[in-house]
C-alpha cells in the first residue's frame, strides 16, 4: 500500500466522526484532525483503534499522543505497515 | 485525614508514570489551595447549603440514606475513588455536594467534598465565578487541550488521587443535550484516568431531578432529586487504547443501567427530605 492508500484510507476513517464535513472539500496531508476538523479528542481515540483494526497494527500511547494533523497518523502507519 | 499525608499503601497506586512532573510550585499551589476551599467553607458552605435547601427548595429522595451509603464507601473502599455522575445542569456538582455529606461532615472531614474538574472557558471568564472555583475544590480543565496543558491537568488528578482525595469528573465530557446518558458520543477522560491508576473505584452516581428531570441549565426551584450512588472497579484485559476505551465504556455502560433502572420505577417514595 503506497502512501497516497494509506491517506485516502484515513481520511475515509475520520470523516464518520468530523462534525465539520465541509473541511473534507479542502482536506490535505496538512489538516489538523481536532482543529480544522473538529474531530473531539474521544471520537480521535475511535479513529486511532479504527487505523489499527484496518491496517492491523498497534499504536502505542505515545504514538497517539503525536497525532495531530492527517500526516502525523500517516507517517504513523506508514512505519508499522513497511 | 490531611492533604499530601497518602491515606492509603502506595502500591496501590500504580500510574503509568511512576513520577509526579508537576514542578514545587504547582503542588504548593494545590496544598494552599485545599487549605483555602477548606477555611472558605466555613462561609461558603452555609451559603450553599442555604441557597440550595431553602432559596431554592430544593430537596433529596432519601438523602439520609444516600448519606449514610457515601460515608460507608468512603471507609470501606481501598484505593482512590473518582466519583462518576451523569451530567444535566450546569449546578450538578453543587447538588451532588451537598447531597453527598451534611455541611458539618463535609468540614470535619474534607476529603468527602470531591474535587471538580470544571470547563475552563466556562467558569474562568469572570474574577467571581474563578474565586468560587478556586474555593471549591476546582482544578480547570480545557477541552481539546494540548498534550502540555492535558497532561498537567491529568499530573494534578494524579497527585490528587494519591493524597487520597476524592475527584469528580463527568465521564460523558459534557451535559447530555437528551437528557439522558449519552452511551454513544461519550469521552474517554475516564478510561486515560483509570488506566494510569488501575487501582481505583469508580463511585457511579445516577442524579435526577424527578419533578422536571432532563437537560437544562438549573433545576426548577422546589425540585426534588432522584440519587442512587454504585461502587465499581472497572478491570479490562485490553491494552492501549483499547483498553482506554473499555474501561470508559464500562463507567458510561453502568450509569445507563442506573437510569435504566430509575425509569423502571416509575414512582418514586413521596417523601422528600431537606436540610
Known amino acids: 500500500m503506497n502512501e497516497q492508500q494509506v491517506y485516502e484510507k484515513v481520511v475515509t476513517l475520520i470523516k464518520p466522526y468530523a ?6 472539500s479542502t482536506v490535505s496531508k496538512d489538516s489538523k ?8 479528542s474521544a471520537r480521535l481515540v475511535d479513529i486511532i483503534l479504527a487505523m489499527e483494526d484496518e491496517f492491523n ?10 497525532i495531530w494533523t492527517i500526516n502525523d497518523a500517516v507517517n504513523v502507519i506508514k512505519t508499522k505497515i513497511q | 485525614m490531611e492533604f499530601g499525608q497518602s491515606m492509603m499503601p502506595s502500591m496501590l497506586l500504580k500510574p503509568k508514570s511512576n513520577k509526579i512532573v508537576l514542578s514545587f510550585f504547582e503542588l504548593i499551589s494545590l496544598k494552599i489551595q485545599r487549605i483555602n476551599s477548606r477555611l472558605a467553607f466555613v462561609v461558603i458552605g452555609p451559603l450553599v447549603h442555604y441557597l440550595v435547601f431553602k432559596r431554592f427548595r ?22 482512590p475513588i473518582l466519583v462518576c455522575p451523569n451530567h444535566l445542569t450546569l449546578v450538578d456538582s453543587i447538588i451532588q455536594a451537598v ?29 467571581l465565578w474563578r474565586l468560587l472555583c478556586y474555593l471549591g475544590k476546582s482544578i480547570p480543565v480545557v477541552r481539546g487541550a494540548s498534550p502540555v496543558e492535558g497532561k498537567k491537568s491529568v499530573e494534578k488528578m494524579h497527585y490528587l488521587l494519591k493524597c487520597g482525595e476524592i475527584i469528580s469528573i463527568f465521564p460523558e465530557g459534557k451535559r447530555s443535550r437528551s437528557g439522558f446518558v449519552d452511551d454513544v458520543d461519550y469521552s474517554y477522560a475516564v478510561g486515560h484516568l483509570l488506566k494510569e491508576f488501575p487501582e481505583t473505584n469508580v463511585l457511579c452516581l445516577y442524579m435526577r431531578g424527578i ?15 432522584y440519587f442512587e450512588l454504585k461502587l465499581i472497579k472497572p478491570e ?4 492501549g487504547l483499547k483498553k482506554v476505551r473499555d ?29
Do not use: C
Request: net charge negative; charged share 25%; aromatic share 10%.
Open chain 1, 19 to 24: 462534525k465539520n464535513q465541509e473541511a473534507f
Open chain 1, 33 to 40: 484532525i481536532l482543529e480544522d476538523l473538529q474531530v473531539n
Open chain 1, 57 to 66: 497494527i498497534e499504536v502505542k500511547d505515545e504514538e497517539a499522543d503525536g
Open chain 2, 58 to 79: 430544593i430537596t433529596i429522595e432519601n438523602l439520609m440514606a444516600i448519606r449514610r451509603q457515601y460515608k460507608a464507601i468512603l471507609k470501606e473502599a481501598t484505593g
Open chain 2, 99 to 127: 447531597a453527598l455529606n451534611s455541611l458539618a461532615g463535609h468540614f470535619f472531614h474534607f476529603r468527602s467534598l470531591p474535587w471538580n474538574l470544571p470547563e475552563k472557558k466556562n467558569f474562568y471568564h469572570k474574577i
Open chain 2, 211 to 225: 419533578k422536571s428531570g432532563g437537560f437544562s441549565n438549573f433545576p426548577m426551584e422546589g425540585e426534588n432529586f
Open chain 2, 236 to 239: 479490562s484485559k485490553e491494552n
Open chain 2, 247 to 275: 474501561l470508559s465504556k464500562q463507567v458510561i455502560t453502568e450509569l445507563k443501567a442506573m437510569e435504566n433502572n430509575y425509569l423502571l420505577k416509575g414512582s418514586h417514595a413521596n417523601e422528600a427530605v431537606g436540610w
